[in-house]
C-alpha cells in the first residue's frame, strides 16, 4: 500500500509511557510500557505501508532496549535519536538528519508530519521546519500551554487511536 504522507514521531509519552521507565545505574532505559494503544497504532501505520521514522531525544541503547523488548523496532525506517546527533529537539539538525537518512528534500515538506508530546520541542521544531505538527495531548508531564506563536500545533489528538482517521485523512489530501 503506497502511502504518500511520511511520518516522523517522537518516543517517550508519544509512544512510550515515560510515567514506566525502568533505568539502569547509567541512567540508560532498560524497558517501559506502551502508551495505551501506542503499540498498536504503531503496528498498524507500518503494516499500512507509511513511511516512519523515529525522532526522539535521549539515548540510543535506551530506545534500542525499548523496542527490542516490546517488538516493534521493525516499524521505523529510520531513527534519529539526538544521542548520536549531538543536538535535540526543535534544533533543525534533528530534523534535517531525518530527512537525509529517508531520502527526503525540501519539496517532500508538504508530505511529512511530526508527532509528539512536547509543544516546546517537537511542535514548535516541526512548524519551524515547515513540516504538519500533530500534538499528542496525553501526558500531564510537559507544556500545555502555548507560550510561542510555534508552539501552536496544525493538530491535536488526545490518545494515539485518535491518529488513525487523521493520517487516514491527510494522506487521502495529498492523492
Not at 527490542?68 to 533543525?92: A, H, M, T
Not at 517537537?122 to 496525553?138: E, F, K, Q, V
Request: glycine share 8%.
Amino acid at each position: 500500500m503506497n502511502k504518500r504522507l511520511i511520518i516522523f514521531t517522537d518516543s517517550g509519552d508519544t509512544i512510550i509511557d515515560e510515567g514506566t521507565q525502568v533505568f539502569d545505574d547509567r541512567g540508560i532505559v532498560q524497558r517501559a510500557d506502551f502508551i495505551p494503544g501506542a503499540g498498536e497504532v504503531l503496528k498498524q501505520l507500518h503494516d499500512e505501508g507509511f513511511p516512519i521514522a523515529l525522532v526522539a531525544d535521549g539515548e540510543w541503547e535506551s530506545f534500542q532496549n525499548v523496542y527490542r523488548l516490546n517488538g516493534l523496532g521493525y516499524c521505523f525506517d529510520q531513527w534519529i535519536v539526538s544521542e548520536v546527533v549531538g543536538k535535540q529537539k526543535p534544533e533543525p539538525i534533528m530534523f534535517e538528519t531525518a530527512f537525509q537518512k529517508m531520502g527526503l528534500t525540501d519539496a517532500d515538506k508538504p508530505r511529512i508530519v511530526m508527532i509528539g508530546n512536547n509543544l516546546k520541542k517537537d511542535i514548535a521544531g516541526a512548524n519551524r521546519m515547515g513540516l504538519t505538527s500533530i500534538w499528542l495531548d496525553w501526558s500531564p508531564r510537559y507544556f500545555h500551554t502555548v507560550e510561542a506563536p510555534d508552539w501552536q500545533p496544525d493538530y491535536t489528538v488526545h490518545t494515539p487511536q485518535e491518529l488513525i482517521p487523521l493520517l487516514h485523512r491527510l494522506n487521502d489530501a495529498l492523492a
